[in-house]
């Protein structure tokens, strides 16, 4: 990814992929556009980590203390969950789009990924599942890089690519699992692209619709001025979704 590193506090609703893994690619955004990473450190990491509650705190408090005394390496363990993250992104999103084949290089990444993080685990039988297990004290900083690794391999197994999406939304491309009943999700969230989107197209529906060689009726204007009026902008609103969706982060 090229693109712009930029500070953000996680928030739940910057979890909406339906997946750990898809949640960790989608810490970029506006992959359509400029792309920006919210991972500005290794303490925005495990903020994040925190967040998914998919991770023991003790664990995080562990890896936060490694991080404060050996800064040099939290950095590097950093970089690796972003190689990570980007390979996932790449491989996600070409068999979500039925490219084939899947591109070598993010491939060979996530095999890298893997098999770091399988010589780090430890193998463990809960109740009659077989698993592999990774820890702070086998996997040091890269503790989150390998448990991601390890289930972005069980969740490119089983992947359901007729409910996985990117998200068509304005400076956003986020990858999401639709889990809705009808399977017809089409946003990451409605709340913020769903309705920026909705609302461009009222826009430029009012703005088109009464138009003649008098002008636009007197209906036609009046209801221009109201969607203008519900935008706060007296221009097409196409970064008016940037300011509707500033409360998720984007474009923070």
């Not at 197994?157 to 990858?175: H, N």
Request: contains cysteine; glycine residues 12%; positive net charge.
């Amino acid at each position: 990814m090229t693109g712009a590193i930029q500070p953000h506090t996680f928030r739940p609703r910057d979890l909406v992929g339906g997946h750990i893994v898809i949640d960790l690619v989608n810490t970029v955004t506006a992959r359509d556009a400029e792309p920006i990473d919210w991972l500005d450190g290794y303490p925005r990491l495990l903020e994040w980590a925190a967040l998914t509650g998919h991770f023991a705190p003790a664990g995080l408090t562990d890896l936060r203390r490694l991080a404060e005394s050996e800064p040099g390496r939290a950095a590097l363990a950093l970089n690796r969950t972003r190689e990570l993250r980007e390979a996932l992104h790449d491989l996600i999103t070409a068999l979500v789009r039925q490219k084939a084949p899947a591109p070598a290089e993010a491939v060979g990444k996530m095999e890298s990924h893997w098999k770091y993080a399988v010589a780090s685990a430890r193998l463990t039988v809960r109740g009659t599942t077989p698993q592999l297990q990774v820890g702070v004290e086998t996997s040091g900083l890269d503790y989150l890089n390998h448990e991601l690794a390890l289930q972005a391999f069980d969740l490119l197994r089983v992947l359901p690519l007729e409910r996985t999406r990117v998200c068509p939304g304005m400076r956003c491309g986020w990858v999401f699992i639709d889990t809705s009943r009808g399977g017809r999700r089409r946003w990451c969230d409605m709340a913020t692209c769903g309705n920026s989107a909705k609302g461009r197209t009222h826009y430029q529906r009012s703005r088109a619709g009464g138009t003649g060689p008098g002008g636009p009726s007197g209906g036609a204007r009046r209801e221009s001025t109201r969607v203008v009026a519900e935008l706060g902008t007296d221009g097409p609103p196409q970064d008016q979704a940037a300011a509707s969706r500033q409360d998720r982060g984007f474009g923070q």
